[in-house]
């Protein structure tokens, strides 16, 4: 069983669309989060949510929207898709928000913006 | 500024050879450290996580050890294997929810 999943594992979209990643865990936990790792594989946190509230807003353009509907699910909107967009983004769930807890990652989701 | 720094940006090895990776940090006040292992098209695993009262923590073939006065980690890969070709992540949290990421090593283990 997939403890961490994404959807779409590849994302490829023109410029100025909008677009969704949706991502879900089975493992329980509190706490969920998203990264975006660039194309020199440096991991960057953008997202964090404990029990459906936002804990953690890194800076990030307003065009990306989180949403939690339940602990489980962490879904990352993204509108009017830039060039720069274009990198992999990571979904992750820990138990629940203190650092000590290991971050269990998703297999990523590859956008492409052309 | 909290910092983490690795080095060597990249290191090739042949297959049953040992290595060390290291990692620098500032940030303050300090939790905890831990390596990642992330395989190419993967997310980062957890390899292993220390504290302040840590120095060293082993995970098989893998041995990470901590230096809190001098704000140092070193991972050490004994008897490397081909599936020991990664990235290798040092994260360090300190005093917020927020981990500090370092870009990582690459290595890849040549047969």
């Known amino acids: 069983d997939t403890a961490v999943s994404q959807t779409p594992k590849y994302l490829v979209t023109q410029m100025g669309n909008d677009k969704s990643i949706k991502c879900e865990q089975n493992?329980?936990?509190?706490?969920m989060y998203w990264y975006k790792q660039d194309s020199k594989k440096f991991l960057k946190i953008m997202f964090s949510y404990n029990n459906k509230e936002l804990i953690i807003n890194e800076t990030v353009p307003n065009r990306f929207s989180p949403k939690s509907p339940d602990k489980a699910h962490l879904n990352l909107h993204i509108n009017s898709l830039e060039l720069g967009d274009s990198a992999v983004y990571f979904c992750a769930s820990s138990s629940d928000a203190r650092s000590y807890n290991e971050q269990f990652f998703g297999p990523g989701t590859r956008l492409t913006v052309l | 500024k909290n910092q983490v720094e690795q080095s060597p940006q990249s290191l090739i090895i042949l297959e049953g050879k040992n290595c060390t990776l290291q990692?620098?940090?500032?940030?303050?006040?300090?939790?905890?450290l831990r390596w990642y292992k992330q395989d190419t098209g993967r997310g980062p695993v957890s390899l292993t996580i220390m504290t302040f009262s840590e120095n060293t923590k082993s995970n098989g073939r893998y041995t990470a050890t901590l230096d809190a006065d001098t704000k140092q980690s070193s991972l050490h890969i004994t008897a490397s294997q081909l599936s020991d070709s990664a990235s290798y992540i040092c994260?360090?949290?300190?005093?917020?929810?927020?981990?500090?990421f370092g870009r990582g090593t690459s290595l890849i283990v040549h047969p």
């Open positions: 493992l329980g936990h509190d706490t």
């Open positions: 990692c620098n940090y500032t940030v303050s006040p300090f939790s905890n």
């Open positions: 994260v360090v949290s300190g005093g917020s929810y927020i981990p500090t």
